[in-house]
C-alpha cells in the first residue's frame, strides 16, 4: 500500500533563512511518481514538481530544490532565502503503478514565514 | 494554466438537502478526483474514475456518490446533506495511460456548510 509521511506539521522560519520540508514515502512498485504541492491561505493547490521513480536526479528551481533518494525513500524540498510570500502549507503526493495510478497525499507541512 | 472549474465555490445547505458539486476540465484528461480537505489539512481521496463510465471509492469512506458521463464532467452528489459532510471538496484530472501519468490540476474548491 502506498504512503506519504510529512513528519513536521509546523515550521516557523525568519524570512531569508533557508528551510527543508521533509517528505518518505512507502511503496512496494517500483514505478511511482512523486509530487509537491503548495496550497496557500487563498485554498488554491500550486503544483510545483514531479519525479518518476526512474530519475533520481535532483532539481533546482529558483529558490526551490528538491532532493530524491530512493535509498531512504526521501524526496526532501528546500526553499532557499524564504520570503513571507512562501507562507502557506506544502503538501508531498505519491502515484504508483499498483493503486492505478491514483494520487495520495501526506498530511502537509504548514510554513510559516516571518519577516 | 489548469482548466479545471468547479462550482459552487462556496455552499451553505440545511441538513437533509440533496446536493451535486459540480467539476468540469477542459484538458482531456482521462483521470478525474474528488479530495475532501477541512481547511489546511491533509486531503483524502474519496472518489476517482478512470475515464467515462468508471468511478472508483477513495481510501476515504465517503456518503457521495459520483457519475462519468462525459470525459470532461464529473459530479458529485450528497443525496441528504448532514452537518459531518461540512468540509472543502477538490476536483482535480490528470492524464492517464502509457508513460503519461502527470500531475494533478485541481479546481478552486467547493467550501460547503451544512446547518
Known amino acids: 500500500a502506498q504512503k506519504v509521511t510529512q513528519a513536521q506539521t509546523e515550521i516557523s522560519v525568519v524570512e531569508k533563512e533557508d528551510v527543508t520540508l521533509d517528505c518518505v514515502y512507502e511503496?512496494?512498485?517500483?514505478?511511482?511518481?512523486l509530487f509537491w504541492y503548495k496550497q496557500p491561505p487563498s485554498g488554491e493547490l500550486v503544483f510545483l514538481i514531479r519525479?518518476?521513480?526512474?530519475?533520481?536526479q535532483n532539481e533546482i528551481s529558483g529558490r526551490y530544490s528538491w532532493n530524491f533518494q530512493k535509498s531512504t525513500s526521501s524526496f526532501n524540498f528546500t526553499i532557499t532565502a524564504s520570503q513571507v510570500v512562501d507562507s502557506a502549507v506544502y503538501f508531498c503526493a505519491l502515484s504508483e503503478a499498483t493503486g492505478g495510478f491514483k494520487t495520495i497525499f501526506g498530511a502537509g507541512t504548514r510554513l510559516f514565514v516571518k519577516a | 494554466e489548469a482548466d479545471i472549474y468547479q462550482t459552487p465555490r462556496y455552499l451553505v445547505i440545511g441538513t437533509g438537502k440533496k446536493i451535486t458539486l459540480e467539476c468540469s476540465q477542459t484538458?482531456?484528461?482521462?483521470?478525474m478526483y474528488w479530495y475532501q480537505q477541512d481547511p489546511g489539512m491533509e486531503l483524502h481521496l474519496i472518489h476517482y474514475s478512470y475515464g467515462v463510465n468508471s468511478t472508483e471509492k477513495g481510501d476515504l469512506s465517503s456518503e457521495s456518490t459520483v457519475s462519468r458521463i462525459r470525459t470532461e464532467h464529473f459530479p458529485l452528489t450528497l443525496e441528504s446533506a448532514r452537518p459531518s459532510h461540512t468540509s472543502q471538496y477538490l476536483c482535480?484530472?490528470?492524464?492517464f495511460g502509457q508513460g503519461k501519468n502527470t500531475e494533478a490540476f485541481f479546481g478552486q474548491g467547493t467550501r460547503l456548510t451544512v446547518v
Open positions: 482535480a484530472s490528470s492524464e
Open positions: 484538458m482531456g484528461h482521462d483521470k
Open positions: 519525479r518518476n521513480s526512474f530519475d533520481e
Open positions: 511503496t512496494r512498485d517500483t514505478t511511482y511518481y
